[in-house]
C-alpha cells in the first residue's frame, strides 16, 4: 500500500474517475487511496457506504467477513456486477490458485474433447458445488434423461457426476485452506461438505492427510 500512496499516476487516475463514478467502495486500505486523492473528508465518502461485505455471497454480517481477504472482495463485487467467469478469469490473471490433485479433473469441462451439454453440465456442478444439489439436477441442465446423462458424463468425463461434484468440493476445499485462515468446520460447509469431520474423512481418504495437516503443509 506505502507504493501505491506513492504513485502519482495511480493517484490522479482516482482523481479523474472518482467524480464519473456511480459508486466507489474501497477494500482493505483502499480508503487510504481516497484520502491521498482528497477524497476521504468530503461529502461523497458517504457513497461508498462500508457495503463492500454486502456483496459478499454468503457473509451476511461483518464478523463473518473478517477472514474474507481484500482480494476476494474485489472478486465478488465483480461477480456481482459481470459473473463467476469473469470473475474467474481477474483471479487467474492477478493471482494464479494453487493447484491442487482434483484441479486436473475440475478444469476437464473446459475440454474440446467433452460436449457442449456435458461441458454445461460439468460447470454447472462447479458453480453450485458448495450448495445442496442433486445429480438430477445437473441432467435438467444437460437436458438429458439421467440415465444418458450419467452414461454420456462418464464417458467424456471419464468420472462419474457423483465423483466429479465430489471432487469440485475438495478442490474448494484445498484452495479455502491454502489462502484463507477460516476454521476447518466453516470451509467444509462453504464447499457444500457439510461438517469438519465429514471433511477430515475425505481428506484421509483422498490425500492421506488431515486438513490441518493440509494448510500447514501448503503454506510451509
Same mark, same amino acid.
Given at each position: 500500500?506505502?507504493?501505491a500512496l506513492r504513485d502519482e499516476r495511480l493517484v ?17 486500505? =483502499? ?20 457495503? #463492500?461485505?454486502?456483496?459478499?455471497? =454468503? ?38 490458485? #494453487? ?23 460439468? %460447470? ?63 470451509? #467444509? ?11 477430515? %474423512? ?15 503443509? %501448503?503454506?510451509?
Amino acid at each position: 500500500m506505502s507504493s501505491a500512496l506513492r504513485d502519482e499516476r495511480l493517484v490522479n487516475w482516482l482523481r479523474r474517475v472518482h467524480p464519473r463514478s456511480d459508486t466507489v467502495i474501497p477494500i482493505g486500505d =483502499g480508503r487510504l487511496l481516497l484520502d491521498m486523492a482528497g477524497f476521504g473528508q468530503t461529502v461523497s465518502v458517504r457513497r461508498y457506504a462500508d457495503g #463492500a461485505a454486502s456483496l459478499l455471497r =454468503g457473509v451476511s454480517d461483518n464478523a463473518a467477513n473478517a477472514s474474507v481477504s481484500p482480494f476476494q472482495s474485489a472478486l465478488a463485487m465483480i461477480e456481482e456486477d459481470f459473473d463467476a467467469d469473469v470473475a474467474r478469469l481477474v483471479s487467474d490473471w492477478v493471482a494464479p490458485s #494453487a493447484e491442487t490433485r482434483f484441479t486436473t479433473i475440475v478444469r476437464k469441462n473446459a475440454s474440446a474433447s467433452v460436449s457442449e451439454k456435458i461441458r454445461a453440465s460439468a %460447470k454447472w456442478l462447479e458453480e453450485n458445488g458448495h450448495r445442496s444439489i442433486s445429480i438430477d439436477d445437473a441432467a435438467q441442465v444437460a437436458m438429458m434423461s439421467e440415465r444418458n446423462f450419467l452414461r454420456r458424463f462418464k464417458i467424456e468425463m471419464d468420472v462419474t457426476p457423483s465423483d466429479y461434484l465430489l471432487y469440485v468440493r475438495l478442490d474448494m476445499s484445498c484452495r479455502l485452506l491454502i489462502e484463507t485462515d477460516l476454521p476447518v468446520d466453516k470451509v #467444509a460447509r462453504r464447499c457444500g461438505i457439510g461438517c469438519g469431520g465429514r471433511l477430515a %474423512k475425505l481428506f484421509r481418504k483422498h490425500l492421506a492427510t488431515t486438513p490441518t495437516e493440509y494448510r500447514l503443509t %501448503k503454506r510451509s
